[in-house]
């Protein structure tokens, strides 16, 4: 299983039981945590970088929506302007169809 020297297993053996217990439970801790931290690191750089791309689209949709919303309502001003020069223009022709027919009768 592990690779120790005679001398480090009978030092262990003599510092007692409970510490070979505890080694051996530390160092399996740390071939888990090696073996599977790693996989967990690399998990976690691949969220990041996707949370960046994605508080990058964000950041273009808002700007886009921006720009979408200008346009629109500078569309949107353009035909009040001549909605309202429609109207004038309507009032003008009643106007004169009115006066001419005050002249007929």
């Known amino acids: 299983m592990f690779d120790m020297s005679?001398?480090?297993?009978?030092?262990?053996?003599?510092?007692?039981?409970?510490?070979?217990?505890?080694?051996?439970i530390l160092l399996g801790l740390y071939r888990l945590a090696d073996k599977h931290g790693t996989e967990f690191i690399k998990a976690q750089q691949s969220q990041a970088v996707a949370m960046g791309k994605q508080a990058e689209a964000m950041e273009e949709m808002k700007t886009s929506i921006k720009e979408f919303i200008g346009r629109?309502?500078?569309?949107?001003?353009?035909?009040?302007?001549?909605?309202?020069?429609?109207?004038?223009?309507?009032?003008?022709?009643?106007?004169?169809?009115?006066?001419?027919?005050?002249?007929?009768v």
């Open 6 to 24: 005679p001398a480090i297993v009978q030092a262990l053996i003599n510092a007692g039981g409970g510490l070979l217990i505890a080694l051996v």
């Open 72 to 104: 629109d309502n500078s569309e949107h001003r353009e035909i009040l302007i001549l909605q309202k020069m429609t109207i004038d223009k309507l009032k003008r022709l009643e106007e004169s169809l009115n006066g001419r027919e005050k002249g007929t």
